[in-house]
Structures are given as C-alpha cells and as structure tokens.
C-alpha cells in the first residue's frame, strides 16, 4: 500500500547550520513528491517538488534529492534560519490513481539561535 | 490576498450539532481538496472536486460528511452529528489541472467537538 514516513521526528541544528529531512516512502509507483512546512496553527506551506524523473531539484535555499532506488527523499536547508523552525512534511503522489496527497507524519526542526 | 481562504478559521460545537466549513480555492484553480489534520499527523485525504464534479473520496468521508462545490468555485464541507472524534484541523487545498498540479493549503478551520 501507500506509505511515507520519516526517519527523524525532530530535528535541533543551529542558526547557520545546514539541514537535512529526510523521508522514505514504500510506493515504488509514486510519480511526485512534495515538501510543505507548517508553521504552528497554519495550513502546510509549498516548499519545493520534484517529479519521478528528476533526482535533484533546488530552490532558495532548499534542494530536494529523491533516490528511487532505495525510495528515499531528503529537503536540504541551507544556511538555516529561525525562521526556519517549523514542522517539515513530506508528500506522495501515484498521478494514475488520482489526485490525492499521501503525507508522512512530520519533522519537527528546531532552529537554535 | 489571491491565496486560498477558509472560515471560520476556528469551531467550537457541542457533539451531535452539525457544522459547515467554506473553503475559496486560488482563483484560476480548477481542482480542490478536503483534508483533515489531527495533532502530530500529516493532513489525511478526504476527497476532491474537478469543477463541480466531485472525483474521489476516502473512506474516512463516513456518511455524517458531505462536501459539495456547486458552482465549481468554493466548496462547503458538512458534518451532521458531529462527534468529539471529529476534532481535528479541515484544511482545503487547490490546484490547477495541466499546471504542474502542486496543491496549495488554506490556513485550515480547526473544529473543536466537546
């Protein structure tokens, strides 16, 4: 069946420091993946994407690697920022059988001043 | 503010009442989606609408829940007999069908069953 999970349920780095999430995901036909950040009492925030065909993608700040080998998906922060403090989810997507998002429990990452 | 919209932001009812959630999708965006947050978990499907057509459901969506988008604009999630069990953050997501298709997150209504 569809899963995501995630290997770290939180993460502490200080302010500066690199971040890395990481997620698995057990749906060898899933064909896009999301990260969205939520912030306390907000609805999930679009971070970055990255489809099936693709390993890397990079934004601001952000790179998300997917390694469909072993059906793994990590959000790389750069430089992290207060601002960055939030819970981390990462999303799967099988297009075929619809439009519906599978989500993973969440990461929560803590950002240190 | 061109984002997508939901209200009330915040419920509070007695268990057995029923209560309606409304959700405005981004303007342009032909697809919308019902999830549901409980504490600690990622958002989980409810069901989604294709202009007004709704296209999928979950078996989370129990018979006490109805979603409708008449217009193929806003939607309306309702929940007769509500349950405490039904306390949990609704939030509403739209995107654009042929547009890259990432689904962009209301702030969410968060309903509190006592």
């Known amino acids: 069946g569809e899963s995501v999970g995630l290997h770290l349920p939180t993460l502490s780095v200080q302010e500066g420091d690199n971040s890395i999430i990481n997620c698995a995901y057990s749906n060898s036909a899933s064909d896009y993946f999301i990260w969205y950040k939520q912030e306390s009492g907000k609805g999930p925030q679009f971070i970055i994407d990255?489809?099936?065909?693709?390993d890397k993608r990079q934004g601001q700040r952000v790179t998300v690697l997917l390694n469909k080998t072993v059906k793994h998906l990590s959000l790389q922060i750069a430089a992290t920022q207060p601002g960055d403090s939030a819970v981390y989810f990462c999303a799967e997507n099988v297009r075929e059988y619809g439009n519906k998002l599978v989500f993973g429990a969440g990461t929560i990452l803590r950002v240190k001043s | 503010d061109t984002g997508v919209s939901q209200n009330p932001r915040h419920k509070i009812t007695k268990r057995g009442q029923n209560v309606t959630f409304r959700c405005d999708p981004i303007s342009e965006h032909n697809r919308l989606y019902w999830y549901r947050q409980t504490l600690g978990q990622g958002p989980e499907f409810l069901t989604y609408?294709?202009?007004?057509?709704?296209?999928?459901k979950s078996r989370l969506l129990s018979d006490r829940f109805s979603a409708e988008r008449p217009k193929g604009s806003f939607s309306t999630l309702e929940i007769q007999r509500t349950e405490q069990g039904d306390s949990a953050m609704y939030l509403c997501?739209?995107?654009?069908?042929?547009?890259?298709?990432?689904?962009?997150f209301g702030p969410g209504t968060r309903l509190l069953v006592l």
């Open positions: 609408f294709q202009n007004e057509a709704q296209l999928e």
């Open positions: 997501a739209s995107s654009h069908a042929g547009a890259g298709e990432t689904q962009y």
């Open positions: 990255i489809r099936s065909n693709m």
